[in-house]
């Protein structure tokens, strides 16, 4: 557990303070942190959480996330998201929203930025491989986990402590940032408050990925033309009255233009809701402090149901126009395979990986370690190990 200490300002009150001023009284204020791991002497000009946001940009993690694949791989095309620009996405959105409900911004830009970290190669479909086979040894793997694991103990840039010493809040918000764990499945994570839910500017993290997540993937498919602007508009009725108001006001418009100004009215829409909804709730539940946010039942953050439909309907229309399609089903199946197959490899001959992860494994689970070392990999070292180790390469 973290030590607690309050962050002392300087009487001319600096800009973390004006800052916590500023804040909601629900909002988590950086002076009630339960502090880190480790204790440090607080920074001069910088808060705490300000700190974390600068310890996950200079990460290894983080940069690598430049070289894994979001939905589309390079083959396809160098200006299509990947997982760092969708992060800075993320972070773009999380503060906005943090900043019109009155949230720690500092804290959500830390959270936002370090959500993906723990992302395999090749996104969701290689979270999905390495989970199936970690299940074969009565193991799981889960990205959010992984991050944890990737900045307490992976990232070594300090002389005083293992990995990033976050401070608890980025921690917890790490795990609990898109569901809630049981403390009898997950006793490694007690320290991390199971039983209530975490704050605000937490809770709002999984939401706002959506959002940047669900429009780039339109316009990344759209760009890709694998996406067709009259299914779309037949088939995300939200999407189609939007595209409407701007085709009445521009019928000679370019077709991309009008497109682009629609994405972005869905993006506003979306976020807004979220925003007005989510003060509807706190109202509702008379929540004015952060532990009456957390020992509410449910999560205070989300969207209205008219909205969550219409975010699920085009949830529907990604997964079956873009995500299913064939180009991507193919070239995610390929790069999948090729995963597995290494890992497979690496599990029958650990001292084929460096000697750091070889020496590793002859005193933890060898899978544990094959799946770490996999797990950091970005897209093209992992075909690039494939080929040298499986594919005949020297």
Do not use: W
């Not at 600068?54 to 160098?78: M, N, P």
């Not at 949230?103 to 969701?124: C, K, Q, R, T, Y």
């Not at 005193?363 to 996999?374: G, M, S």
């Amino acid at each position: 557990m973290g030590s607690v200490r309050a962050f002392r300002y300087n009487d001319d009150m600096n800009d973390a303070a004006r800052a916590s001023a500023e804040l909601a009284p629900y909002a988590m204020n950086v002076a009630r942190t339960r502090g880190r791991r480790y204790p440090e002497p607080p920074h001069p000009y910088r808060n705490d959480y300000a700190r974390d946001r600068d310890r996950v940009v200079h990460s290894r993690a983080f940069r690598r996330l430049e070289a894994k694949t979001q939905v589309f791989t390079t083959r396809f095309s160098d200006h299509f998201r990947n997982r760092l620009t969708h992060t800075l996405e993320v972070s773009q959105i999380g503060r906005t929203v943090a900043g019109a409900l009155g949230l720690n911004s500092d804290l959500v830009e830390a959270l936002a930025l370090v959500h993906d970290i723990g992302h395999p190669p090749f996104g969701h479909a290689g979270e999905r491989q390495l989970d199936l086979r970690m299940r074969e040894h009565g193991d799981i793997f889960n990205h959010n986990l992984h991050a944890l694991h990737i900045v307490e103990k992976f990232e070594q840039r300090y002389l005083d402590f293992p990995g990033l010493n976050l401070t608890f809040e980025v921690r917890e918000g790490i795990i609990k940032h898109s569901r809630d764990y049981s403390a009898t499945d997950f006793p490694e994570l007690a320290e991390y408050l199971l039983d209530e839910r975490p704050p605000l500017e937490a809770q709002l993290i999984d939401l706002v990925d959506e959002i940047a997540y669900n429009t780039a993937d339109l316009d990344d498919g759209f760009e890709a033309r694998l996406l067709h602007l009259e299914e779309l508009i037949t088939e995300v009725p939200v999407f189609g009255a939007l595209y409407a108001e701007i085709e009445s006001k521009h019928p000679s418009g370019q077709r991309k233009l009008k497109f682009n100004e629609a994405l972005k009215r869905l993006l506003d829409r979306f976020a807004t809701d979220l925003i007005e909804h989510t003060k509807i709730n706190l109202q509702r539940a008379g929540a004015h402090t952060v532990e009456d946010i957390r020992h509410r039942p449910k999560r205070l953050v989300n969207f209205s149901e008219s909205v969550t439909a219409e975010n699920s309907r085009l949830k529907q229309f990604l997964k079956s126009h873009l995500y299913e399609n064939p180009a991507i089903v193919e070239d995610r199946e390929r790069s999948v395979a090729a995963l597995d197959e290494l890992f497979g490899f690496y599990l029958a001959q650990p001292e084929k990986m460096p000697r750091g992860y070889t020496e590793q494994a002859r005193t933890e689970p060898a899978h544990r370690v094959v799946c770490d070392y996999i797990a950091g990999m970005t897209d093209h070292y992992l075909l690039q190990q494939h080929a040298e180790q499986i594919g005949g390469g020297k």
